[in-house]
T-cell receptor, first 113, second 115 residues
Framework: DQQVKQNSPSLSVQEGRISILNCDYTNSMFDYFLWYKKYPAEGPTFLISISSIKDKNEDGRFTVFLNKSAKHLSLHIVPSQPGDSAVYFCAASSYSGNTPLVFGKGTRLSVIA | KAGVTQTPRYLIKTRGQQVTLSCSPISGHRSVSWYQQTPGQGLQFLFEYFSETQRNKGNFPGRFSGRQFSNSRSEMNVSTLELGDSALYLC??????????????FGPGTRLTVL
């Protein structure tokens, strides 16, 4: 039973355009969401997070949107750069920090110059 | 501040053997979590240790075990290795509680190959 789903295994975007990565979750108890980026042969690195009291969080070129009623979040990267090419993982948990993060299977983003 | 370190980085074992992986968290972090990553499966949660106690456990067989020491360093052990255990094993540390305690910082991983 996958509680966090990233339905697009891969995505290709041209440099300078917007990249939109999607994530759906099923567990209503989740109230904290994170995005991680992973390059080959490296561990994932934290990118951006959002708590359920917000519907948007922005950090430079990265913005995460949360739609609680749809149990859906998305990561927008604008403008996309070749260095953004990586696997992006969506993760969810409770804000208390006492439950483990549940990760999606990831979306491989390729930014084409 | 030094990041999360994992040793060894690469390991080759044969079926039936056992293996121990080590993780040193970021200084001050009390929570260490272990994940298994295989192609197409994302990050599968193994277990989490907080202040030397296993706080959460994923859905893996008993061949997978771990522990945490008083300095927060953690080890993970896999006994009676199977071919399907070949994977990247990732360790992540976090403060483990409170505001933003869920932000986990990952090590580079240990690539285990079982022949």
């Amino acid at each position: 039973d996958q509680q966090v789903k990233q339905n697009s295994p891969s995505l290709s975007v041209q440099e300078g355009r917007i990249s939109i990565l999607n994530c759906d979750y099923t567990n209503s108890m989740f109230d904290y969401f994170l995005w991680y980026k992973k390059y080959p042969a490296e561990g994932p690195t934290f990118l951006i997070s959002i708590s359920s009291i917000k519907d948007k969080n922005e950090d430079g070129r990265f913005t995460v949107f949360l739609n609680k009623s749809a149990k859906h979040l998305s990561l927008h990267i604008v403008p996309s750069q070749p260095g953004d090419s990586a696997v992006y993982f969506c993760a969810a948990s409770s804000y208390s920090g006492n439950t483990p993060l549940v990760f999606g299977k990831g979306t491989r983003l390729s930014v084409i110059a | 501040k030094a990041g999360v370190t994992q040793t060894p980085r690469y390991l080759i074992k044969t079926r039936g053997q056992q293996v121990t992986l080590s993780c040193s968290p970021i200084s001050g972090h009390r929570s260490v979590s272990w994940y298994q990553q295989t192609p197409g499966q994302g990050l599968q949660f193994l277990f989490e240790y907080f202040s030397e106690t296993q706080r959460n456990k994923g859905n893996f067989p008993g061949r997978f075990s771990g522990r945490q020491f008083s300095n927060s360093r953690s080890e993970m052990n896999v006994s009676t290795l199977e071919l399907g255990d070949s994977a990247l094993y990732l360790c992540a540390s976090s403060r483990g509680s409170g505001s933003r305690g869920n932000e986990q910082f990952f090590g580079p991983g240990t690539r285990l190959t079982v022949l």
